[in-house]
């Protein structure tokens, strides 16, 4: 079983920054992606971006490339991601997800095993 907390939403002004956690625990050993996936009101879960746990595999939404960023620390058993120009858009609440095994398709939520409480992030005018 493997454990996922999330942490850092919180009221943010567009235009600003936030930076989100995701600290994994139990057996952390079997995780292969972690991703990072958003549900506003009254939509469905969205992709956000994903990250290998081993290697250099990173991927990103087109709602947020350039201005989002997704990074690891293993020895943490931990991933981020680095939100900045936020916009009134993104407002939802964030999931971190992990899958077990490698897969081609990381912007299905289906594919992860494991998922996190949520946070809400809400960004203002």
């Known amino acids: 079983q493997v454990q996922l907390v999330e942490s850092g939403g919180g009221l943010v002004q567009a235009g600003g920054s936030l930076r989100l956690s995701c600290t994994a625990s139990?057996?952390?050993?079997?995780?292969?992606?972690m991703g990072w996936f958003r549900q506003a009101l009254g939509k469905e879960r969205e992709f956000v971006s994903a990250?290998?746990?081993?290697?250099?595999?990173?991927y990103y939404a087109e709602s947020v490339v350039d201005r989002f960023v997704v990074s690891r620390d293993n020895a943490k058993s931990s991933v981020y991601l680095q939100m900045n120009s936020l916009k009134l858009e993104d407002t939802a609440v964030y999931y971190c997800?992990?899958?077990?095994?490698?897969?081609?398709?990381?912007?299905?939520?289906?594919?992860?095993?494991?998922w996190g409480q949520g946070t809400l992030v809400t960004v203002s005018s």
């Open positions: 997800a992990a899958t077990i095994k490698s897969t081609p398709f990381y912007a299905t939520p289906t594919n992860y095993a494991y």
């Open positions: 139990g057996r952390t050993f079997s995780i292969s992606n």
């Open positions: 990250i290998s746990w081993i290697g250099d595999g990173a």
